[in-house]
């Protein structure tokens, strides 16, 4: 799996989420639980990974959805 955003915006994680399911690209977010549990400290942020093969896909609709800022360095 590969790291594409690691965020403490829960809003930008769910965005981000939501263009890559719509695509039918298998993406997880990791970390949600301890990001709530930790509270708005912001120690710790959701992590969006999608499987290696669909990495350069998943950047290209993320970067098409103005989130080229916010990826990841590969």
Do not use: K
Request: charged letters at 20%; a negative charge.
């Amino acid at each position: 799996m590969i790291v594409l955003i690691s965020a403490n915006d829960p809003v930008l994680i769910g965005f981000a989420r939501s263009v890559l399911e719509a695509a039918e690209i298998p993406v997880l977010v990791a970390d949600t639980h301890m990001s709530v549990m930790e509270g708005s400290i912001g120690a710790f942020g959701q992590r969006l990974m999608v499987p290696g093969d669909w990495a350069p896909q998943a950047r290209r609709l993320l970067t098409d959805a103005g989130l080229a800022h916010e990826l990841r360095d590969p």
